[in-house]
């Protein structure tokens, strides 16, 4: 246990590049160690007086403001992880920005409920008693399910923007 | 917790940066809201299927600070030297906490041609109470003492303020006169995005606070327009005496043409036409006519025009009401005839 945890610091450092402690940790981490960070986008301008765009960790915001959440996953085992499948719900008081959710090789599917995923086009609400597409911003769940199995080592990642309301 | 600390840093770095939303909502999330955000894992491992949790990721929400004033009625007609001319007004807290603001009354602008003159005292709260006499200026309306009941209002809230101006007496017709009220955060004001640390009404010292796209102040125009008017009536005769001449002899018919004219910007209302029928003259009965259509003599209604009897002292005398009067409506034309006796 004790073991476990040292290295789950060390492994959240290296995933974040944050400089942060250890997360509290209450069980063996097993395989694939998964690390979320909020983050919003900045404007800066750079030594040559160019405008560019940086990721700054959040954990305050403007309501309006666009939340970049990222998730991690490190496999830190010897074999390979199979079926790796990350669920992350968008936070209370957001809402989902259409189109946001990426991740490099996975198939993406959305929920309104938590129980039923589909992709956009499979996503249906009943208004005024009849079924209609749902909107991005009814999401409230996002899924990756990655389609190759995660080596030793490697990193997967998943991202989606969601404003705060 | 150690990474909440972490992240508290973070925000600090956030907040130097000047961040500036460009479509903060009204209201929104509360200041002070915690956002907790976790993400899952499942996956196998040979045959052993596993699941795990990120960390807990939180977010907490921002006070921002914005106020929106609005005047209820942007535009009011006046006469020059009208008194207690009572405008309202809005003031909503568009921020996502409570926050106190300072209200002022500012009648010299400079963009107009005259000064409305501010009522002592100016700036009344509504005082709410039933539903009867909320949102309208009454005596039971609660004077406004800045420093002392400045309005403290909570996320979307509204208060109603009424202002009391005079108009000056020596404005003239077509002049403009605005007053303006604001309202201005207690936490301060500045550029959209400037910080306060710790800062806000609503809950001081638990989350910054920031200036929100209204620069933590606003104001609404009340714009008075001086529209004068005045109605004045010339009068007209021609005499037609019983062998065809005008000689004003008794028998002679007297023609009397009254062209009622407006002038000025204004609307006169409920004007009213009246002349008496000259001494020694007897009123021909059936010859009062408006704009050339004949009205009854009787005192009746819809008919536009009585001829009404001596009474007394008072003397025989025709009455046409002639409504409400502008520039617009023209020239009223208000004919009769009397005999010489």
């Not at chain 2, 993400?39 to 006070?63: P, Q, R």
Request: hydrophobic fraction near 40%; charged fraction near 15%; glycine fraction near 10%.
């Amino acid at each position: 246990m004790i073991k476990g945890n040292r290295f789950y610091g060390l492994v959240a450092i290296a995933a974040a590049c944050l400089g942060s402690p250890a997360f509290a940790q209450d069980k063996d981490p097993g395989c694939i160690v998964l690390k979320s960070v909020a983050e919003i986008e900045q404007t800066v301008v750079n030594a040559k007086g160019e405008k560019t765009t940086k990721l700054v960790p959040a954990s305050t915001a403007l309501p309006g403001v666009e939340v970049i959440w990222t998730v991690t996953a490190n496999n830190i085992c010897k074999v390979p992880s199979e079926k790796v499948t990350i669920n992350n719900a968008v936070p209370e008081h957001m809402t989902y920005v259409a189109n946001s959710a990426m991740g490099p090789g996975t198939d993406i599917t959305y929920s309104l409920d938590g129980k039923t995923f589909g992709t956009a086009e499979q996503l249906t609400v009943k208004a005024d008693g009849a079924q209609r597409q749902a909107r991005a911003d009814e999401y409230r769940h996002i899924r990756w399910v990655f389609k190759n199995s995660l080596q030793p080592g490697a990193q997967a990642f998943a991202r989606f923007r969601a404003v705060l309301n | 917790m150690q990474s909440s600390k972490f992240l508290g840093a973070a925000s600090a770095l956030v907040m130097a940066l000047g961040f500036v939303p460009n479509n903060v909502h009204a209201a929104g999330a509360p200041a002070g809201t915690v956002i907790n955000s976790t993400a899952d894992v499942s996956y196998t491992v040979g045959t052993v299927a596993t699941t795990a949790n990120s960390n807990l990721v939180t977010v907490t929400v921002i006070e921002v600070i914005d106020v929106n004033v609005t005047a209820q009625t942007a535009n009011v007609t006046v006469n020059p030297g009208d008194t207690t001319q009572v405008s309202t007004y809005w003031v909503d807290n568009i921020g996502n906490s409570a926050e106190t603001f300072l209200l002022t009354l500012n009648n010299a602008v400079t963009s107009d041609q005259f000064d409305p003159i501010a009522a002592t005292p100016a700036i009344y709260l509504d005082s709410g109470g039933g539903a009867a006499t909320a949102g309208i200026y009454d005596s039971s309306d609660i004077v406004y003492v800045p420093g002392s009941n400045d309005p403290a209002l909570a996320a979307d809230a509204r208060a109603v303020v009424f202002v009391v101006n005079d108009i000056p007496g020596n404005a003239l017709d077509g002049q403009l006169g605005i007053s303006r009220l604001s309202a201005t955060s207690r936490t301060g004001t500045d550029v959209p995005g400037t910080p306060f640390p710790n800062g806000g009404n609503g809950i001081n010292g638990v989350v910054d606070a920031v200036i929100g796209v209204s620069t933590g102040t606003d104001s609404g125009d009340t714009t008075y327009l001086i529209a004068g008017v005045s109605v004045t009536a010339a009068k007209t005769q021609a005499v037609v005496d019983t062998w065809g001449g005008s000689r004003p002899v008794p028998g002679a018919r007297i023609n009397y043409s009254i062209a009622v004219n407006t002038t000025g910007t204004g609307t006169a209302t409920n004007v009213v036409f009246t002349d008496n029928i000259p001494p020694n003259t007897t009123y021909v009965p059936g010859s009062l006519a408006l704009d050339a259509v004949a009205v009854t003599d009787a005192v009746d209604l819809p008919d536009d025009g009585d001829y009404v009897a001596a009474s007394g002292p008072t003397p025989a005398r025709i009455r046409v009401p002639l409504g409400s009067l502008n520039t617009a409506a023209g020239t009223k034309t208000v004919t009769f005839s009397v005999v010489i006796n």
